[in-house]
């Protein structure tokens, strides 16, 4: 579709005005109604992180020389990651644009090292069935093969996983937590398989990483999954989820600076000779890196340890409220991720009728179930959630259209 641009100019306060009104039909996720794609501290960590991402919009984390403010930030942002994730003496990370990026660059990683340690075929991925689709974009992109392993009870099967790895295995996958169920699979036992066939061992902790220390430190005792456990060799986490941070930010932490060193990208020559980069991105936007930056440093660990209560407390009033309904809540959650089955109610018919009531929230297709992601602000709304879920049972059935389920609809 052709969209002329238009030949003359309009003042902000139009534009601003005309960006509102289109805002006006989006989810009302400041109001807690969404289970997905928003991560709501609250208020005044919006205003921080606004601010901060204002401040440095314009530079560019390409050019360390030239923004040493920037790389001082990122050192410190990724510092903080290794100290929460208790990582040994010599190890480092860097901060990634997301997710999907930190995994694409772990796996690449363990590829080049692979190939350096004289792996020659195509190389391939072991992950349990609840790993992320961005393992799977990682392997088509380098041409890798991804093994998919069914679960056992939800979790990493860590004996079927060792069954399928060969000497062309790159890497094992495990979550902490997996996104559809939001439980830590057992790393204790993907790290002793990963240690005895010397197996490169990565933690996709996109959506725990910076919930987790914070929920031990409250008191709670979660599954080994961090640096602790031997064979880890590389963990993603996320700081724009549960680190609250803007949206383009993610860390990507490995046990030895030697092993980061397979991330690098040493590109061309051309007219300009060499290009040194330490992602895929070239430019990286200056305001990700301090809005980042500064959210870990306004809440610090009394602010988080607060806000991930206020998650916990959310999960376990919807735990009890969905149980007290019928539901069977899937597997044991720990953090902020919580999915729940009906064996009488058609779950997709039960989410159609909260989408008609101003939720987005996700659902699993196996085992069909509905899922919620969990914010500090849902702690205020997770009454009003569960009366209109109550209500939507009730109705369940009514077949008001909506788009299927699932990511990125
Ligand atoms: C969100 C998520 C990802 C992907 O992160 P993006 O920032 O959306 O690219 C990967 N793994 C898990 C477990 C996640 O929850």
Redesign the pocket.
């Known amino acids: 579709m052709h969209v002329p641009l238009p030949s003359a100019g309009s003042p902000w306060p139009e534009l601003e005005s005309r960006m509102r009104s289109m805002a006006s039909g989006d989810v009302k996720w400041r109001d807690g109604r969404t289970g997905l794609y928003v991560f709501n501290a609250g208020e005044d960590v919006e205003r921080v992180k606004k601010a901060a991402y204002a401040l440095f919009s314009e530079e560019n984390g390409l050019g360390p020389a030239a923004f040493p403010s920037l790389a001082r930030m990122e050192r410190e942002v990724v510092g903080h990651a290794l100290t929460l994730l208790h990582a040994p003496e010599g190890a480092d990370g860097l901060m990634t644009?997301?997710?999907?990026?930190?995994?694409v660059m772990a796996v690449k990683a363990a590829r080049d090292f692979a190939r350096a340690g004289g792996m020659s075929g195509q190389g391939n991925l072991v992950t349990p069935l609840t790993?992320?689709?961005?393992f799977h974009k990682a392997a088509m992109m380098m041409d890798l093969e991804i093994r998919r392993v069914p679960t056992k009870n939800l979790l990493a099967d860590a004996e079927a996983m060792e069954a399928v790895c060969d000497a062309n295995t790159i890497m094992l996958v495990g979550?902490?937590?997996?996104?559809p169920f939001g439980l830590i699979d057992p790393f204790e036992e993907l790290s002793a398989v990963a240690l005895r066939k010397n197996l490169w061992l990565h933690v996709?902790?996109?959506?725990?990483g910076f919930l987790a220390p914070f929920v031990e430190m409250n008191g709670a005792v979660l599954p080994a999954w961090d640096f602790r456990v031997a064979g880890v060799r590389s963990i993603?986490s996320?700081l724009?989820?549960y680190g609250y941070c803007s949206?383009g930010a993610?860390t990507l932490l490995f046990r030895d600076a030697a092993m980061k060193q397979h991330m690098l990208f040493d590109a061309g020559p051309w007219p300009m000779g060499r290009m040194l980069t330490p992602t895929l991105a070239g430019t990286r936007p200056g305001g990700a890196i301090a809005a980042a930056w500064a959210v870990l440093n306004y809440l610090g660990i009394e602010g988080y340890r607060a806000k991930q209560a206020l998650v916990v407390q959310a999960r376990e009033a919807i735990e009890a409220g969905v149980r007290k309904l019928g539901f069977r809540v899937l597997g044991v959650p720990q953090l902020g991720?919580v999915s729940f089955t009906h064996d009488s109610f058609d779950c997709m018919a039960i989410l159609r009728g909260l989408y008609a009531r101003g939720w987005i929230t996700a659902a699993n297709v196996d085992p069909p179930s509905l899922h919620l992601?969990l914010s500090p602000k849902h702690a205020e709304v997770a009454d009003a959630y569960l009366a209109d879920l109550a209500a939507s049972m009730e109705d369940a059935g009514d077949a008001t259209p909506m788009p299927a389920p699932g990511y990125g609809r």
């Open positions: 644009s997301g997710g999907t990026d930190s995994i790993a992320h689709p961005a979550s902490a937590p997996c996104f996709d902790a996109c959506v725990g993603s996320d724009h989820k949206k993610s991720i992601m």
